[in-house]
Structure formats: structure tokens, C-alpha cells
């Protein structure tokens, strides 16, 4: 067993209090599409961003990335996939959870309830509740890749003047 001074350095740099993490209104390519609009808050690990500035506040990467979500009434993620699991954990509110190629598929979580979405399944999200909300997501891996945008997504984000560089990284385009 390591020494108490020992357990101390361990984890230095491994607790994240809510009121300090940087937030990000335009983490992904979709934030600025009607009614996708967000606050991205990484915990644990740079998660799939898309904003390169936007730091976890834990940045120990160990299997999994760890993220807050929050959003007003009607705002959420539009369809999109991981390369690994994505866990959602309703903190607060009520969500919608939805997936499949149209987002055809749906469940509502309620405060604390869980749902699990495999690679490979399209999926996204928007709080159906009638006050701002947080919702967890848990990607799996340590190196988790980027996200893949629904073409239709990504086309209308390029109206928009946004776009992804070749690494995956927002842009402005104009």
C-alpha cells in the first residue's frame, strides 16, 4: 500500500469540482443547427470534441472519458456515432434518448436512469424536460476517435460556416 504523501501525488490533478470546468458552447460541429444548441463540459478525458481548446479538467485518461452535457428545454445532440460504447446518465431533467439511422428509435431517461448505445448505432439526445438540464456521457476507450456526423448533419452545419479539418477539428469556413 503507497504511503499517505504517495496517495496524495496520485491524485493530485484527479478531482473536478462542477463549478470549475470550462464549458464549451460549440464542442461540435452541430451547436449551432436550431436546437442543438449545448454546453460541453469534459471531465475525464478529451471525450470526441471537436474543439481542440476545450481541456478536461482530469485529463488521466484510464478506458473511459467522462462528459457533461447541459441544455435548455428541446436542445440536444443531433444523430451522430462512436467508435466505442456511449453511455448516457440522466443527471437532472428528463431526456430523450434516440438512435438509429433516422433517430426512428427513442427512450426518455429520467434522473439517474442509464442507457448504453453500441458502435455503430446512431444516436442522439435533447432534454424533454421544462428546465435547463445535465446529462453524463461515458465513452468507452482510451482513445475513442472522433465523431461521425449523419451526412445531413454535417451539410447543414456547412450552411452554417462550420466545418471538420482533416483531424476531425471544428472550423469556421466563412
Not at 444516436?123 to 424533454?128: A, L, P
Not at 462550420?162 to 466563412?174: A, F, M, Q, R, S
Amino acid at each position: 500500500m503507497p504511503d499517505d504523501i504517495a496517495v496524495r501525488q496520485l491524485m493530485d490533478g484527479r478531482v473536478a469540482h462542477f463549478k470549475s470546468l470550462t464549458k464549451s458552447p460549440q464542442a461540435f460541429v452541430d451547436t449551432r443547427l436550431p436546437g442543438h444548441e449545448r454546453d460541453i463540459y469534459n471531465v475525464i478525458g478529451p471525450g470526441v470534441s471537436e474543439d481542440p481548446a476545450l481541456l478536461p479538467a482530469i485529463a488521466d485518461v484510464q478506458g473511459f472519458n467522462l462528459t457533461y452535457v447541459g441544455a435548455d428545454p428541446g436542445k440536444g445532440a443531433a444523430l451522430h456515432d462512436h467508435l466505442t460504447v456511449e453511455v448516457f446518465v440522466a443527471m437532472s431533467g428528463r431526456w430523450a434518448i434516440n438512435w438509429g439511422e433516422n433517430g426512428e428509435n427513442e427512450v426518455t431517461l429520467e434522473p439517474l436512469d442509464v442507457v448504453s448505445v453500441p458502435p455503430g448505432v446512431m444516436r442522439g439526445f435533447r432534454n424533454v424536460g421544462d428546465a435547463h438540464a445535465i446529462l453524463m456521457a461515458i465513452v468507452g476507450g482510451t482513445d475513442n476517435g472522433k465523431v461521425t456526423w449523419s451526412p445531413s448533419v454535417l451539410e447543414r452545419a456547412r450552411a452554417t460556416g462550420l466545418d471538420l479539418d482533416d483531424d476531425g477539428n471544428i472550423i469556421e469556413t466563412g
